[in-house]
Nanobody, 124 residues
Framework: QVQLRESGGGQVEAGTSRRLSCADS????????MGWFRQVPGKEREFVAG????????RYADSVKGRFTISRDRSKNTVSLQMDSLKPEDTAVYFC?????????????????WGQGTQVTVSP
């Protein structure tokens, strides 16, 4: 079973950068698409970014396009989310997820395994 653990969350100021990492501790998701989602209280979990199994295809939510970059290192079984030019509206709990398939997915239904989440708070 895939086990994912996020790290890198914290409190930052608007305009700065933060890098989130997700470790696949059992090394079982290397052939799966991976994604990052985020959620704020009272709202549904929303897609942020996704990457295919080999990193050849990526997809981003319009709200983060040009500011966030997803990448993966299959040799280390990690997926990262580089977040630049952060805005207060980026404040959320960020979740890493492993997709059911090798390709990129942009809906929660396309993902089977989830991490516990890491809080990112962006102050004005």
């Amino acid at each position: 079973q895939v086990q994912l653990r996020e790290s890198g969350g914290g409190q930052v100021e608007a305009g700065t950068s933060r890098r989130l990492s997700c470790a696949d501790s059992k090394r079982t998701a290397s052939n799966n698409g991976m994604g990052w989602f985020r959620q704020v209280p009272g709202k549904e979990r929303e897609f942020v970014a996704g990457i295919s199994w080999n990193g050849g295809d990526t997809r981003y939510a319009d709200s983060v396009k040009g500011r966030f970059t997803i990448s993966r290192d299959r040799s280390k079984n990690t997926v990262s989310l580089q977040m630049d030019s952060l805005k207060p509206e980026d404040t959320a709990v960020y979740f890493c997820a492993a997709a059911l398939r090798a390709s990129v997915r942009s809906t929660t239904s396309g993902y089977r395994y989830w991490g516990q989440g890491t809080q990112v708070t962006v102050s004005p």
